[in-house]
């Protein structure tokens, strides 16, 4: 192969150095987190007792806190199982696929071409011709377009795994709600059936009083509709029970005809939840995290339009042989070779490069917004969550004192009623608010937990370090 002219390879070599040293001549914003004014402390914080981190809390799983084996085996096969959870995997290796496709646009490309032509005519004979040929293209990265677009890709994709990390966090907080709601319809059907059989007990002893004379009709049939209403809502609880079980199935993956979830012991254990100060949800909360991350892929995007004002340049090389016999191919002193350098710059498109750019600008803003806008409701999220755990542990000690007062007033009744000193329905009365009253210190309980997970979620999950 003959050498090639000094001048020849000079030029190229001489505007590669040349990109490679203006290279550092990127245009567009560098990108900056959006301000937010952020509280020293939460406001329904006061009164409530912190709690240091549990070992369990550092290892992240927080579901273990609630001491509860069942619940710990369910929320292992959200992560393996579930479909939102398995599609937000899928979309975050999908968007760490582009990251790589646009870290590949950052080097050259590099072709091998190949091919035969046979030719001829009515005067000449036919001839063959053979080529084969290497070449390579390469766009250096002059104005940061490449590698802004590498970045914006690179946010784009810790976006999408922050997004992972939100599907997972919601999928479990789910499943634990809907458990201990079950949970809790399994307590409230074992009272209800411990109260239908008081209130059996009750509509035996008004039969025996109705059939010797003492009370009259009214009594009994008072006494037959509270048993037949009680036992009416213990069927509904089997209704809301089997949703309950069936959204479980589906969270952990499962078709619901083909899960089971049987009654057992309600396990109505309180973590103690580590607060922290509000600066510390912007880096626990995977939603802030995602949306953050969207900020800087959308000021990637203003650099990368930006750009576009500014002229594009390639270099191109190949080299390659001809023979007219394929065996002479590679043996052949006759060799091609070439080099490029090309250049463009769009002179006139009446503003519409201007255009992007204000609009790159635009969206930067919206999800600058967004940022703030999540910040604030995660700010919010915990608030209520606090505001709403104090108040039930006020709550809890009424409910207790409300329940003791009804369950003494309820026998001291139905023993009067024995004597023949009150009427039936002041019967009726004290057990539909004896009832009552068990009934809300188990809604409460479960209501405390489930503010307890509402408040994990809050705070952004586990407590890994």
Same mark, same amino acid.
């Given at each position: 192969?003959?050498?090639? @002219? ?24 560098? #990108?900056?987190? @959006?301000?937010? $004014?952020? @509280? ?34 369910? /929320?292992?096969?959200?992560? /393996? ?44 004979? $036919?001839?063959?011709? #053979?080529?084969?040929?290497?070449? *390579? ?12 677009? /590498? ?30 709601? %079950? ?32 009370? @009259? ?17 213990? +069927? ?109 710059? /769009? ?21 600058? $917004? ?15 969550? %606090? ?36 009427? #039936? ?16 210190? +188990? ?10 997970? *509402? ?11």
């Amino acid at each position: 192969m003959p050498l090639i @002219p000094r001048s020849r390879w000079l030029a190229p070599v001489a505007f590669t150095v040349l990109a490679a040293a203006i290279s550092g001549c990127a245009v567009g914003p560098v #990108y900056q987190r @959006p301000v937010l $004014a952020t @509280p020293a402390s939460y406001k329904e914080l006061p009164g409530w007792v912190q709690a240091n981190p549990a070992d369990a809390i550092e290892r992240g799983a927080w579901w273990a806190l609630f001491n509860d084996p069942a619940l710990n085996a369910l /929320v292992t096969q959200v992560e /393996v199982s579930n479909q939102n959870v398995a599609a937000a995997t899928a979309a975050y290796a999908q968007a760490r696929a582009l990251v790589r496709e646009q870290r590949a646009g950052l080097f050259p490309v590099v072709g091998l071409d190949g091919s035969g032509r046979r030719a001829g005519g009515d005067a000449a004979g $036919a001839a063959s011709t #053979y080529q084969a040929s290497i070449g *390579a293209s390469w766009e250096p990265d002059v104005w940061g377009r490449l590698s802004r677009t /590498v970045d914006s890709a690179s946010a784009s994709a810790q976006a999408s795994n922050a997004d992972l990390a939100s599907a997972l966090l919601a999928a479990q907080g789910e499943l634990a709600i809907n458990y201990f709601s %079950l949970r809790q319809t399994d307590a409230q059907s074992a009272l209800l059936q411990t109260t239908i059989t008081g209130f059996e007990r009750s509509l035996a002893i008004t039969q025996n009083r109705y059939q010797a004379g003492i009370a @009259p009709k009214t009594d009994l049939l008072q006494a037959q509709t509270q048993l037949a209403n009680a036992q009416a809502e213990l +069927v509904g609880l089997v209704r809301q029970r089997a949703q309950l079980e069936h959204a479980i199935a589906v969270l952990v993956g499962q078709a619901p005809g083909n899960f089971t979830l049987a009654m057992a012991p309600w396990t109505a254990t309180l973590p103690q939840v580590p607060v922290g100060v509000p600066s510390t949800l912007l880096q626990r909360r995977p939603d802030i995290a995602a949306a953050v991350r969207r900020v800087a892929a959308a000021n990637e995007q203003i650099g990368i339009a930006q750009s576009a004002l500014y002229p594009s340049l390639s270099l191109s090389a190949s080299t390659g042989v001809g023979a007219s016999r394929i065996g002479e191919l590679f043996s052949a002193s006759t060799a091609v070779w070439s080099l490029g350098l090309s250049t463009a710059q /769009v002179l006139f498109d009446a503003g519409a490069r201007r255009e992007r750019i204000n609009e790159s600008r635009a969206a930067q803003e919206q999800a600058a $917004a967004r940022y703030r806008q999540t910040v604030l409701v995660a700010f919010q999220g915990v608030e209520d969550q %606090l505001s709403a755990t104090s108040v039930l542990m006020q709550q809890q000690v009424l409910r207790e004192q409300a329940s003791r007062a009804a369950d003494e007033t309820e026998v001291q009744t139905l023993n009067r009623y024995r004597a023949g000193q009150v009427a #039936y329905t002041e019967v009726v009365t004290a057990q539909a608010s004896a009832l009552g009253a068990r009934r809300a210190l +188990v809604q409460l309980a479960a209501d405390r937990q489930v503010t307890a997970v *509402a408040l994990i979620q809050a705070l952004g999950g586990g407590w890994t370090e």
